[in-house]
């Protein structure tokens, strides 16, 4: 199946600074990504969705100028948690999808385990 | 908003048994999906059915989609050990929801 890739796998930060997340399809053109987020022991929330050279779209709650989302190419969006905190402290999963077609099949993310001490 | 809901919430069973899991959802649909995700670790695709179908099998798995009770369910059929995770359904209207999953755990 397709594969898509986030990078890192990890990150520790201080509380303050900015992490950028990648994420990447790397056998196919993801025309729109999704960036998730799970709590511990909790589902999967949807942050955002992205098309490529478009804005993001935002799900109702989430900051976009805390969660800045970039998807300048058809297979690379990156995530910027900014000013990050302890509360931002999460697994995030990104998704693509080849087309914009909601009946086309959504390809994961291994996930970004982000710490924020 | 999170429009999916699975239960049970966890499940226990002895390896080589069935396992059922079912999920339930608000509002109407195009499709729906069903991952697992081992622990701390990204979701997996499963399989996915379409409204117009009623049942879809891969595998040890099989699907069923009421869509007149909003409803579908997931059979682990000889479930072993490696089958421990969490599954999430996930549906679709304009963009996919996640349920709060099922955590499966096969005792070997």
């Known amino acids: 199946g397709a594969v898509v890739s986030q990078h890192p796998s990890r990150v520790i930060c201080k509380s303050g600074t900015s992490v950028k997340i990648e994420c990447r399809s790397l056998?196919?053109?993801?025309?729109?990504m999704f960036w998730y987020r799970q709590f511990p022991k909790k589902s999967l929330m949807l942050m955002a969705t992205?098309?490529?050279?478009?804005?993001?779209?935002?799900e109702q709650g989430v900051e976009k100028d805390k969660f800045l989302i970039n998807h300048a190419s058809l297979t690379l969006s990156t995530l910027t948690v900014t000013s990050a905190h302890p509360e931002d402290s999460s697994f995030y999963i990104c998704?693509?999808?080849?087309?914009?077609?909601?009946?086309?099949?959504?390809?994961f993310g291994p996930g970004t385990r982000l710490l924020v001490l | 908003s999170q429009q999916g809901e699975e239960d049970p919430q966890a499940l226990s069973i002895q390896e080589g048994e069935n396992a059922t899991m079912n999920c339930s959802y608000k509002?109407?649909?195009?499709?729906l999906q069903w991952y697992r995700q081992n622990s701390g670790r990204g979701l997996v695709h499963l399989i996915l059915?379409?409204?117009?179908?009623r049942e879809k099998h891969s595998g040890r798995l099989r699907v069923t989609l009421d869509t007149s009770k909003k409803s579908s369910s997931l059979l682990i059929t000889a479930s072993r050990a490696a089958d421990t995770a969490s599954y999430f359904c996930?549906?679709?209207?304009?963009?996919?929801?996640f349920g709060t999953g099922t955590s499966l755990t096969v005792i070997p």
């Open positions: 998704s693509a999808r080849a087309g914009t077609s909601i009946s086309e099949t959504q390809y």
């Open positions: 056998d196919f053109q993801a025309t729109t």
């Open positions: 992205s098309n490529e050279g478009s804005k993001a779209t935002y």
């Open positions: 509002t109407s649909i195009n499709n």
């Open positions: 059915i379409r409204s117009n179908e």
């Open positions: 996930a549906t679709d209207g304009n963009q996919f929801y």
